[in-house]
């Protein structure tokens, strides 16, 4: 007889190697797609700040039926009462609003002597201009 090579015997120690790596396999996968379904934010719709241009120029040029489409009803009311003064209003910034917890955006205009503050909140996978205010610009107190 010839002797062969003996074969490596299966022990529960090797079995239970391989489970707790494949445990730990599934583990990272899955916590890995929770990562990405947590981080993975789109902005809906059309940006933000294209909507609050949008709506300044219809307010400017009287467009109602844009108006329509991009508004709240209070934010309807609102663009309203500007149709026609924002002819001189140059963009400035748009961004998380401040003191908000919700997704709204802020979409600031400015003029000499003036600003437009447009307030955007996310409605049906849209921006909707849901504020507008025009006012004086803030300036520093002197003494």
């Known amino acids: ?13 090797s079995t ?3 489970i707790i790596v494949v445990v730990a ?6 916590g890995g797609f ?9 902005d809906v719709g059309t940006p933000a700040v294209i909507v609050a241009q949008t709506v300044r120029k219809a307010a400017d040029t009287g467009n109602q039926a844009t108006i329509d489409k991009y508004t709240t009803a209070q934010g309807k009311a609102e663009v309203a009462l500007l149709k026609g003064k924002l002819s001189g209003v140059k963009f400035a910034q748009c961004g998380p609003a401040p003191f908000v917890k919700d997704k709204t955006k802020l979409c600031t205009f400015t003029q000499p002597g003036g600003q437009l503050a447009l307030l955007l909140t996310p ?8 504020s507008a205010k025009f006012g004086p610009v803030a300036v520093t107190p002197t003494t």
């Not at 396999?25 to 899955?30: D, F, S």
Request: hydrophobic share 35%; glycine share 6%.
């Open 16 to 18: 239970r190697t391989i």
């Open 25 to 30: 396999v599934i583990i990272l996968a899955g």
């Open 34 to 42: 929770v990562v990405y379904k947590l981080t993975n934010k789109k």
């Open 1 to 13: 007889m010839t002797d062969s090579a003996s074969q490596p015997t299966k022990t529960s120690s």
């Open 123 to 130: 409605s049906k996978g849209s921006w909707l201009v849901s």
